[in-house]
């Protein structure tokens, strides 16, 4: 069983910047890990992932200002995001992939006013 808790989040400005973290726990190693979003009347969306080995993948929206990382040692992922745009204001979730179920965090609002 993989528990996460996420930190960061908040409300900025357009083209601020907001950084956040999830720290997993209950396993040694986790596969991958990412960060979905979920804005009002909106199904959840990938925002990012990174596998063990560091690979990443992005939604095209946030190729560019959006980064992830992830230090394996404390089984923590992080998102850094800059350049923030109203659009990307939703919640958004952390994503643990391990032994075949999908974790989820309990979400962290990100608000961005125009």
């Known amino acids: 069983q993989v528990q996460l808790v996420e930190s960061g989040g908040g409300l900025v400005q357009a083209g601020g910047s907001l950084g956040l973290s999830c720290a997993a726990s209950g396993s040694t190693s986790i596969n991958a890990m990412g960060w979905y979003r979920q804005a009002p009347g909106k199904q959840r969306e990938l925002v990012a992932t990174i596998t063990s080995f560091g690979s990443t993948n992005y939604r095209d929206s946030v190729k560019g200002r959006f980064t992830i990382s992830r230090d394996n040692a404390k089984n923590t992922v992080y998102l850094q995001m800059n350049s923030l745009k109203p659009e990307d204001t939703a919640v958004y979730y952390c994503?643990?992939?391990?032994?075949?179920?999908?974790?989820w965090g309990q979400g962290t609002q990100v608000t961005v006013s125009s």
């Open positions: 994503n643990a992939y391990q032994g075949g179920y999908n974790y």
